[in-house]
């Protein structure tokens, strides 16, 4: 019986981000260090508890007004307010963290129940059994824990009951492996200054939009108002501490002195013990632009790419759906770095991919759709066993997709690029059937697998099948032809017709089948915008 494959969903425009963060070093004197320290740890006390009381609310109200009112004799009232809104981020995000914890636990015991149903070594149905009979009694222990931890986690569902841990739940747990005296002293260092609290939201309503920490953009002073007890720290009028350092904003300056002359910025301190170096964070929201649509960037030639662990391939596609030029591969090395240098890494592979799409005249750069939630929430149920399954799920968690998604749509959209994610369903295996021996029979350079899934990803996102259109002339076979079609055939791709057959599936492919363009992609998190493209047509 003909496998039976999924339907593709549609391709969309990622939406650039609305939301822009600078950030300066601040070379505090003594004096200047001291008061910030002092106004950070009254701060992180009076949040402290403030999270408390709003985690013991529960599901009920969040009474923000009544908190407010209550910690408004002990601050001010935009500091009250900055305090109760991250309270109410915190929880939030804590209860949509068990609530994905929940799902995830009933898709790893739906699939143990699944293969625990069928015999030892052998099938039933579509579903393998285990090999043997101590690794199936293992699963079935594994399948209490984890019916007891879903109890659990239901049960603090029912309640509202969340877990919160200010300063991070990862370095806490770091402080199990600290095994020298000074690592203790910089870990002491480094949790103290997660706990402090020294974030002001802007207000438009206040003059330099801020109400408590104010930069004048010309004359490049600081001043923070202080809280009723530390008032006697104060060195300007109306207990406001002005630092004794000039802070000045080397990137983006325009932009940012535009904003604080006309609307809200937030702004953040921030400490590095190991570094010993302070910052001071700026960060505004804009009016989101228009986003272009799938149709209106389907005329200009653009730049697929693939990632894979440890290198992003690459290959830009023309507007027809055919590989121009040499496929390009951008090494990608994580092993043994700090979060910093990965940081940069990534940055500087976006960067040449940027630099490739601006040679070539792109306007938008096709990406897969990937965030890996079903593999990271099943984990090793479903990704096999042994050295090999560890192996494989290792290396799909040291992929960066959500880094490497926030990070491509934020320099693509200061770069006048656009994103385009498409489905990730088959990429790899039709462009090994269908594109690979054509590409380096075409080609000098050295064609993976890896290059042919993003000539794949590329077509995708232009509204073109995994493979050419059938009926094709031998005299058009060569690469770089365009897209050929057949006499009295329409040019339109969305009148294209489903892919033949194939020899491995003997069913049709449905890459020319896109799903409901409503909502994301499988496991996505992309803002979505698949207006006009052809593809779209009566998709709502």
Known sequence: MPRRLRAIAA???????VGIRIRTRLR??????AVVRQLGEYLGHLAGRDLAERCGLGLGASERFRRKRALIGEASSRWAGTITRTSDDQWQRAYRNLLDQRASLRRAIRRLRARLAAPVGGRAARVRGYASRAERWEKQRRLRVLAGRLVCVEARIAKGRVSVVRGGRRLIHARHHVDSTLATALWRERWQAARWFLTADGDAEYPLGNGVILVHPEEGWCELKLPPPLRHLANR????YRLSCPVRFSYRTDAWATQVTSGAVRYDFVYQPERDRWYLDASWSHRRRPVSTLAELACSPRV???LNAGHLDCWVLDSSGNP??????????FDGACSTA???????AISQLITLAKVHGCQA??????DFVEARAEGRETLGRGRRGRHFRRTVAGIPTGRFRDRLTQMCSNQGLWVVAVDP???????????LAPLNHSNSAAVTVHHAAAVVIGRRSLGYRARRRPGVPPTHRRMGAGESYRPGQPRSRAGAGPDPPTRRTGSPSRDARPAAATGSGIGSRWPRTVRGHPLATGSG
């Open 365 to 370: 750069v096709a990406i897969e759709d990937l």
């Open 425 to 435: 369903a088959f990429t790899s295996r039709w462009g090994r059937q269908h594109w």
């Open 342 to 348: 990965r940081d940069g890494r990534l940055r500087a």
């Open 237 to 240: 009028p109306h207990g406001r």
């Open 324 to 333: 121009v030029g040499h496929p390009q591969t951008i090494p990608i090395s």
């Open 28 to 33: 505090l004197s003594a004096t200047d260090q």
């Open 304 to 306: 697929a790419v693939d």
């Open 11 to 17: 391709p969309f425009v990622v939406a650039p981000p």
